[in-house]
């Protein structure tokens, strides 16, 4: 018995030591930790029309801060206004704010995400506004006020950690900012979340004047990456009434895929009379009930009351940057077809939670929404993806890092 005993207690002591043995090796080394280099790369725009690719020490992770690895991020027409112009004077700025990527360090606080979701090493995420210090935008007020008056990653004065954009192999996201657990997104879907949120905005805004409904007839003008995902939002609330407005022919063909049932080729109408009359035959014989701009085109804005009914509803969400001045008639345009518009400009913290269900559901009906990134590039090549964009070539263009 005694011997027993000790043979016992010898093989206890043997399996402890062995898990003890194994528990040292993954405390020293946990796998992701191990697989963190030493330098981070950040696209780093550095003057006008030139990104340099600088190689960053990998900063530390503070308690309140997650360490994600970059795995892509779209290039939207505000970092290419940056790039080409500086307006916002933030040279030199790791620009980048569609990105996505996966967790790879967590400090000891981080346990949840902005929506309360378990975050862990390995989780996908997406980053939103940061908070900061600024009592104007709290977790409880989401709706007073847009991101337009909130730090974003990707649009930052360059600091000490250097990691602030998206356009990057790694991103330290600080404590204070939102961060959204997405694991249960393909990477195509999380590239999109960001311009896809401005859409539901938009939609948000367009359903405060109580025109827009299920079976509204609905014109969209402008079949860029906007006006597209535009008529897959619509769509996905039901609406089926949708007729998009384009100069494009290839465009229009997108459109339709998206869920729109009927297009308009301005280029074939010479006018706006015959241009509103085309869009009026389209829905057989009645004017919009409801319209979204989506140009930055103040000739378009002009136009677009001419295809709405009397008491209808306008949103207009093409002029992101300033693009001048348009002329309406006020009494033929709005006072007296009494016209209900509303402005949309990017989002709130709150959009982002719909924009996720939003790219499940566009999924399960089948619109091809991944199609809108039509070019792909590795971080190095991010000056030719910049080049590509500003030629207007393609719809998103984003990068993705292998
Ligand atoms: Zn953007």
Redesign the pocket.
């Known amino acids: 018995m005694d011997m027993n005993a000790a043979n016992l207690e010898l093989i206890i002591q043997q399996v402890l030591a062995s898990m003890k043995g194994t528990a040292n090796v993954t405390a020293s080394a946990p796998a992701a930790s191990s697989s963190i280099p030493k330098t981070a790369k950040v696209a780093m725009l550095t003057g006008l029309e030139k990104i340099e690719i600088k190689e960053y020490p990998m900063p530390e992770v503070g308690d309140d801060d997650v360490l994600v690895k970059v795995e892509g991020c779209?290039v939207?027409?505000?970092?290419a206004h940056e790039y080409k112009r500086d307006p916002f004077g933030l040279i030199p700025v790791a620009l980048g704010?569609?990105g996505t990527g996966e967790i790879v360090k967590m400090g000891k606080n981080v346990k949840v995400d902005s929506a309360g979701k378990p975050l862990a090493v390995g989780d996908k995420v997406v980053t939103c506004m940061i908070f900061k210090d600024n009592p104007d935008i709290t977790m409880y007020d989401l709706n007073k006020q847009n991101v337009g008056g909130a730090d974003v990653y990707?649009l930052l004065p360059d600091d000490d950690v250097h990691l602030n954009g998206w356009f990057s192999d790694y991103i330290l996201v600080r404590g204070g900012s939102t961060i959204f657990n997405v694991s249960d997104l393909d990477l195509d879907s999380r590239i999109l979340i960001?311009?896809c949120a401005?859409l539901i905005h938009a939609v948000e805004r367009a359903k405060t004047t109580g025109i827009l409904r299920f079976n509204s007839r609905v014109v969209v003008q402008g079949c860029g990456p906007i006006g597209l995902i535009c008529i897959a939002v619509l769509r996905t609330m039901g609406i089926e009434n949708i007729v998009a407005v384009d100069g494009e022919a290839k465009r229009l063909a997108f459109a339709k895929e998206m869920g729109a049932t009927q297009s308009v080729n301005f280029k074939d109408h010479k006018g706006i009379e015959a241009l509103a009359e085309a869009v009026k035959d389209a829905f057989g014989g009645y004017y919009a009930d409801f319209a979204f701009q989506c140009t930055g085109s103040p000739v378009a804005h002009a136009n677009i009351y001419k295809f709405i009914r009397n008491g209808g509803g306008l949103c207009e969400l093409g002029f992101f940057i300033n693009g001048g001045d348009a002329t309406i008639n006020p009494h033929f345009d709005i006072c007296s077809k009494e016209i209900t518009t509303v402005g949309s400009w990017?989002y709130t913290l709150r959009d982002y939670a719909t924009t996720f269900d939003f790219l499940k559901r566009a999924k399960g009906i089948g619109l091809p929404i991944e199609k809108l990134i039509t070019h792909k590039y590795p971080l190095e090549a991010i000056n030719d993806a910049f080049v590509t964009n500003l030629k207007m070539e393609g719809l998103k263009i984003a990068i993705v890092n292998e």
């Open positions: 779209g939207c027409g505000t970092d704010h569609e990707g960001e311009p401005v990017v």
